[in-house]
C-alpha cells in the first residue's frame, strides 16, 4: 500500500486570496494582478500576462470548465422549462426552439468565465506550476 502525503503549505509564501482570484479569473482578466487579460482567443488562455508578466501556461483546466458549465446550464434551462409552462399550454415547436437555443447560448456565454475561474483558482491554491517563483 502506497502512502500518500499531502502537500503542506509553505508558509514564507505570500497568502493569495483564493475568491479574489477565483472573480479575477471570471471576468477574464489575471489572477495575479488584475490588469492584464488571461484569454487570447475565446477559450485560448495566453501564455504570460502582458500586464504583470505573470506565467499562466501552468493552468491545467481540463474538463472541469465544461462539466461545470454542464452542471449549472442543466440546473438553469431544466428549472425555467418546468416553470414557465408547468401545465404545457406552449405550442410544441416554442419549446422545440427556445430550449436548445437557450442551452446553447448559456453554454457559450459560460464557458470562457468559468474557465477563466478555473485557472484563477489553480493560480491561487499555486497548483500546476503556479507555486511561483517569482515570490
Ligand atoms: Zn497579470
Redesign the pocket.
Known sequence: MTHYEFPTPQPTLPHRDRWLSVKRGFAGA?P??G??RIFGKYLKVLPE?A??G?NLSHHRADDLPAYIVLFLVGHIVVGTLMTTDPEGLWPIWIHMILWPLMTLLLSLALLQPVKGAVVGLQWALRMHGFGGDEE
Request: hydrophobic share 10%; proline share 0%; with cysteine.
Open positions: 489575471c495575479h494582478c490588469q492584464g500576462c500586464a504583470c505573470e
